[in-house]
Every structure is written in structure tokens, then in C-alpha cells.
């Protein structure tokens, strides 16, 4: 089946690339997205349940927000943006040891702003603003390097030679997106220029497939690129229709005056891609003080159809209560959700512990300052 679905998605990429040179996304596929029409996604259909994994509370690895979980053999990394720590947990869900410490040592980070996990090499790096510096660890936690970074950035991918970094136009030619090279610590490719200070917004920017590819996204534009040290070119668009930007030109003021008014559909955050499937979150702008509305967005690859669903997910039988919709990691195909204890009702909480058989929890005692337990399924079906 997946042989069939990866000559599929070669055609699709075949037909992309050749006619999107110079970053125009005017012949690039571009998908309709119509927030009117939401549906369900069900889990059990795409995937197998793989694990369900309650993260052990100490007083040393409280969690207080999740950004991004990491699934490396046996190891759970989870990057707590909140306590601006990285936690190391067993695929059983016990505490081990932090990724680094905050400080002003070498091989000490004041504040993360992304994290990067080389699956291959089984390395962790982060990016770290305050002191301007890329500081890889292995996994066991020890300290490998530090490369200092003369950019401000808040999201990069390191390469071979050097590193992608989202710098949002903060550097002299106003690029969004710049290559620094490792050997001259110089700026030596940019794309996307703007002449205009954007609104940041955190998601995972950079993001790998399974073939090793590597994307690149920001929410200011609706668009999914391919990455590799030579270019940049458009992958996807998504289209959100009369609610969307009309302005398609990210450097003028026009686009500009248009999200001041923060009214519109789009924002594409939380992107995944394994094989046929692609996940990614978006967002109904509903004016200055008004509410925001979120949505979650399943493509299948290899016709491009679309999915739009909320909290609408179908979930194995297995979980007595659903895990919140959003993504919080893709890691070799295992796709994790999760449920949060500390924002749900005592009865859901009862629910947990008297089902803990089920969940495989049996020696834990969940409460509201329990850590999140993780559920995660496998992409690559078993069935």
C-alpha cells in the first residue's frame, strides 16, 4: 500500500517543483480549505495504538507547558516552553534527568527558543536567544558543542555547514528566512523579505518527512516550503478562501493593514508530514478583542484531500477520555496527543484512575498536579 502512496506523492512532488522556481506560488497546487466545512478524523482508520504513557511528577520536572514531545528509541524528550526546560523521561514514562540547565556557563542556556532532535545521531540542540547560541547535547545529556549564532532567531534547523534560521527580517537585507554559514558566521543566503516587523508567533517552523526532506513554514504566510542549503521552493498553499488574506505579497502594506485588522482565516501552525499524511493547525480570526477560533487540518498526500475538525477526533477505545486535539509531536511515524490533568474535572480525573488498567498506569495516582499522559499511535499501520 505505502509503495503505491510514496509513487503517488513522487508524482505530486514532480509536478510541484518544476514549476515553482523563484518562490511563486502562483503555479504551485493549492489546496481550498473551507472553514464551513468541518468533519471528524478518525485515528483508528489511519493508525494503530502504539502506547499510552503517563510522565511521572517530581518536583523537579513539573511540567507547566508542553511545546513539543520527542520520541527518541527509548527516550521521551519533552520541551516545557512554560519552565523553560527540556525533561528527559523512559518510554515508561519515568523522570530522568534535564537536557542542559539555565545559566551563563558554556554549556548552559539562559532562555530556549527552539529545539532540534537529530533522530540519526540521537542529539538534542537549542537555540538560545539571550546568549545567541546553538548548544548540542546527546541524549544522555552531555554537552557536545556550542555554536555561537550572530542572529537573532527563533526557530532553526542545523544543516551539515551551517544553520536555517527564522530571523523574521532582523537582519540588514530584511530576509524572514537566512542560511548561516558555520565556517564565516555570515548570512549567506535570505528569502521572504519584508520591510515590515511581523507578529511572532511560536510553532514548529522547521519539520522533516520521512524521506529526510525538510520543510519550512511561518504563520504570517499560509504556505509550506521545501528546504535544502541550495533553495527554497514552495510545496503547498493553503487557501482559506473569503476570509483569507487577499493580499498575497507579504511585503506590502497592504498585507500588513490587513492583519492589523485581525480578522481573517489562516495562521498554518503545528505542521507534521510522514509519508501520505499531513496534520497542521490554523485559526478563525475574529477581530481586536475578540475570541480566536482553532482549527486542525488532516491532508491525505496523495489526492490532496482536506479534513477540517475541531475537537472531532475518534479515538481508540482503549482512552476512556479523549486527548486534547492538538499535536504535540511526530516522531518516526508515532503521533502524540495528550491529556492534561490539571484542566480537567474531578470526574474525568476518577475516570482515569479507575480505568488505570487499561491505560497500563497502574502505579500511578493521577490528579490535577499530575504531569500530562501521553497518547501516542503509530502511523505505520500494523493491520
Not at 478518525?42 to 513539543?68: C, G, R
Not at 523512559?90 to 537529530?118: A, F, M, R, T
Not at 520543510?215 to 521552493?233: G, K, M, R
Request: aromatic share 14%; hydrophobic share 35%.
Amino acid at each position: 500500500m505505502y509503495k503505491q502512496i510514496y509513487s503517488l506523492t513522487l508524482i505530486l512532488t514532480a509536478i510541484i517543483f518544476p514549476c515553482c522556481q523563484n518562490i511563486q506560488k502562483d503555479n504551485c497546487p493549492t489546496i481550498l480549505v473551507d472553514v464551513q466545512k468541518t468533519g471528524s478524523i478518525d485515528l483508528n482508520q489511519l493508525s494503530d495504538l502504539y502506547d499510552i504513557v503517563a510522565l511521572e511528577t517530581t518536583e523537579k520536572n513539573y511540567i507547566k507547558q508542553v511545546e513539543q514531545v520527542f520520541l527518541i528509541d527509548t527516550f521521551i524528550v519533552v520541551w516545557d516552553s512554560k519552565s523553560n526546560e527540556v525533561f528527559t523521561f523512559n518510554n515508561k514514562g519515568k523522570y530522568l534527568y534535564s537536557i542542559g540547565s539555565k545559566g551563563q556557563g558554556p554549556e548552559q542556556y539562559g532562555k530556549i527558543e527552539d529545539v532540534y532532535v537529530d533522530y540519526i545521531n540521537k542529539t538534542i540542540s537549542i537555540l538560545d536567544n539571550t546568549k545567541q547560541t546553538a548548544i548540542s547535547y546527546n541524549i544522555q545529556g552531555n554537552f557536545i558543542k556550542a555554536d555561537k549564532i550572530p542572529f537573532f532567531a527563533y526557530a532553526f534547523k542545523p544543516t551539515k555547514n551551517g544553520y536555517w534560521l527564522l530571523n523574521y527580517a532582523q537582519n540588514k537585507d530584511r530576509n524572514i528566512l537566512i542560511y548561516m554559514d558555520k565556517e564565516t558566521g555570515n548570512n549567506s543566503k535570505g528569502y521572504l523579505k519584508s520591510d515590515f516587523n511581523l507578529t511572532l508567533m511560536n510553532t514548529n517552523n522547521f519539520i522533516e518527512d520521512s524521506n529526510g526532506n525538510t520543510f519550512f513554514h511561518f504563520p504570517n504566510e499560509n504556505t509550506i516550503y521545501l528546504l535544502d542549503e541550495h533553495s527554497l521552493q514552495p510545496y503547498l498553499h493553503f487557501d482559506f478562501g473569503k476570509g483569507a488574506n487577499p493580499f498575497k505579497d507579504i511585503n506590502t502594506q497592504a498585507y500588513q493593514d490587513f492583519l492589523k485588522m485581525n480578522k481573517y482565516i489562516g495562521g498554518i501552525n503545528r505542521v507534521y508530514i510522514y509519508k501520505n499524511h499531513l496534520f497542521f493547525s490554523f485559526s478563525k480570526f475574529n477581530g481586536i478583542n475578540n475570541n480566536i477560533e482553532q482549527f486542525n487540518t488532516y491532508v491525505t498526500l496523495s489526492d490532496l484531500k482536506v479534513t477540517n475538525y475541531n475537537y472531532s477526533i475518534k479515538h481508540s477505545n482503549k482512552i476512556g477520555v479523549s486527548p486534547l486535539p492538538d499535536i504535540v509531536g511526530l516522531s518516526k511515524g508515532k503521533l502524540v496527543y495528550m491529556i492534561n490533568p490539571n484542566i480537567l474535572p474531578p470526574k474525568l480525573i476518577n475516570k482515569i484512575n479507575d480505568s488505570k488498567a487499561n491505560y497500563n498506569l497502574s502505579d500511578l495516582e493521577i490528579n490535577n498536579d499530575s504531569n500530562p499522559i501521553l497518547i501516542i499511535y503509530n502511523l505505520d499501520k500494523k493491520h
